[in-house]
């Protein structure tokens, strides 16, 4: 429930406030006043774009401000989805600066208007010249009847089942294009396969080829210079080992004589024990190296296809290539395995499709059950509002599945006798569609649980005896609902527990509107110049008092 509105600085309005009472609400005032002004900046309230243009000053920022009653709505999983402080009185601001940036919050915190918008929808519904339009669409009308049946569980059911249909109608769509492409290239990939697979390539093999390539392509000199540098080693006469260890000996000697030469002769035997050790080395490498053109042979081939793979698959190493062949692998046991994944899917898919099916006719059995109370309730709705011949038939065709149903839905209107019921599009007059919109308002305001209601001259088209007849109706819903209604009618305006008056005020240099809650003499007067115009007789003034008693 809406406890107080209020507007800075928004097209005619400078500074506005007020406290609607939680039952009905009237508003009323001159032309272009400003009165659905006031639902311009409502609807910034519930998410509605904002525009700079809207500015009453262009140089100051524009604020709305509503405060709502919300402790009885059970929205507190709404504010923990949305990470939001929730509090029995909630604040919603939306602001527009001068440079046309629009901010929205929701108790002091930022929102986006997504947000905004869905906490709206359990807020307020605002009748305006939209709803003439959505009612003739046939996704709204099926909206109506879901909420008149109480479908939301079996609704939610289908939903759910209906997107775990889509999803593995998705993949099986994405698996059947992925097995086109594979198949085109099934036949190179095994070719690519074969014949990196035949190569059974190791990890460091090419490291280990190029030097197993490079000693090979060296044998002959490699060898003949090892036995150089072992005859300049080991030469029994002239050889670096020979001549060491007759050093070492004199060294040995002059250590006995003195300890002073006992770190040298330490220092050359060590060096004698190493060139020792590296001529032993040289012998056992001399041993390993062979002069073998048949495996030098082999090694240039096997590096060659190596080589020649690298540059083909446009890769720098063994590692490369052996990724691109795990891979290759993975396609072509994928494409082999093809009928097997589509088989399953399809047959999970069609289990599903079952499923979805069930749940459709579930929702679809009960809205049927829902299609003659709502047509007749509706029907003799709008006998009471003046229509006495109208009648509502809700014509209902099966489709395939879609997201909200197996049904496609119409409703069918006829307000004249004997003329065949016809698409609301086609057949209702703006008077009658007003009617119409009232009496589903009406039907609907306690099955979808609308905490506010507001009204945008409902009554078009109305007068007499169907006027108040209307106004009762909105004095019904105004039992259990806020109700809040812009009319230009007095019957209508007089039954109102509040009524404001919307006014421009001309005193400065630009124009404002204005508005204020009429204490009891001044509802009497504006009810009476609603009725006579702007100077009322006194019989004017007693039948808007007599409106008020009534």
């Known amino acids: 429930m809406l406890t107080s509105l209020s507007i800075q600085n928004y097209a005619l309005i400078q500074s506005l406030e007020m406290h609607p009472s939680p039952a009905l609400n009237m508003i009323t005032g001159e032309t272009g006043a400003g009165k ?49 402080d929730y509090e029995k009185e909630c604040i919603i601001r939306r602001e527009i600066s001068p440079a046309g940036k629009s901010r929205a919050f929701i108790n002091d915190t930022p929102v986006v208007l997504d947000v905004l918008k869905e906490l709206g929808k359990f807020l307020m519904d605002v009748h305006s010249q939209h709803d003439t339009l959505m009612l003739g669409d ?58 990196l697979s035949s190569l059974q390539l190791q990890a460091d093999e090419q490291a280990f080829l190029e030097e197993e390539q490079e000693i090979l392509e060296n044998a002959e000199e490699i060898k003949s210079k090892i036995q150089e540098v072992l005859h300049q080693l080991e030469d029994e006469q002239f050889g670096a080992v020979r001549t060491l260890s007759l050093a070492t000996n004199g060294l040995s000697h002059l250590s006995k004589l003195t300890h002073k030469f006992e770190p040298l002769h330490e220092r ?109 309730e509706l029907t003799q709705l709008l006998h009471q509002l003046g229509m006495e011949n109208a009648v509502i038939h809700v014509q209902v065709s099966s489709i395939s599945p879609s997201q909200t149903g197996l049904d496609q839905l119409e409703v069918l209107f006829s307000a004249n006798k004997g003329v065949k019921p016809q698409a609301l599009k086609q057949v209702a007059s703006g008077g009658e569609f007003s009617r119409l919109i009232f009496a589903i308002k009406y039907i609907m305001a306690d099955k979808m649980a609308l905490p506010t209601l507001i009204f945008d001259e409902i009554d078009t088209g109305v007068s007499g005896e169907v006027a108040l007849k209307m106004v009762k109706m909105m004095q019904n819903i105004a039992e259990k609902h806020q109700v809040i209604c812009i009319s230009h009618l007095p019957q209508v305006a007089a039954k109102g527990e509040h009524h404001y008056f919307v006014y421009k005020d001309h005193s400065a240099a630009k124009t404002i509107s204005k508005m204020k809650l009429l204490e009891k003499e001044e509802r009497i007067a504006t009810i009476a110049q609603m009725i006579a115009g702007a100077n009322p007789s006194e019989s004017a003034f007693e039948s808007a008092k007599e409106l008020l008693q009534n």
């Open 268 to 376: 050359l035997q060590s060096v004698w024990i190493e060139l020792k050790d590296i001529a032993a080395s040289l012998e056992e490498e001399d041993h390993k190296i062979e002069v073998d053109f048949d495996k030098l042979a082999q090694v240039r081939d096997r590096l060659s296809k190596i080589y020649h793979l690298q540059k083909k698959h446009g890769m720098d190493s063994i590692a490369g290539l052996m990724a691109l062949e795990e891979s290759l692998s993975e396609k072509v046991f994928k494409v082999e395995n093809l009928d097997e994944s589509l088989e399953k899917l399809q047959k999970k898919l069609q289990e599903q499709e079952k499923q979805l099916l069930a749940a459709g006719k579930k929702l679809s059995d009960k809205r049927a059950k829902a299609f003659d109370p709502f047509a007749k």
């Open 36 to 84: 659905s002004i006031m639902l311009g900046a409502v609807g910034l309230l519930l998410g509605n774009r904002a525009d700079v243009k809207t500015l009453h000053d262009p140089e100051s920022k524009c604020v709305v401000e509503g405060v709502f009653e919300i402790g009885s709505y059970a929205l507190q999983g709404f504010f923990e989805n949305h990470d939001l």
């Open 138 to 195: 046939g996704s709204y009308q099926l909206s109506l009847i879901d909420a008149y049946a109480a479908t939301q569980v079996e609704l939610q059911q289908y939903q759910e089942a209906f997107a775990t249909f889509e999803q593995t109608k998705k993949a099986l769509r994405s698996l059947e294009k992925e097995a086109q492409d594979l198949q085109k290239e099934a036949d190179f990939n095994r070719f690519q396969l074969e014949e």
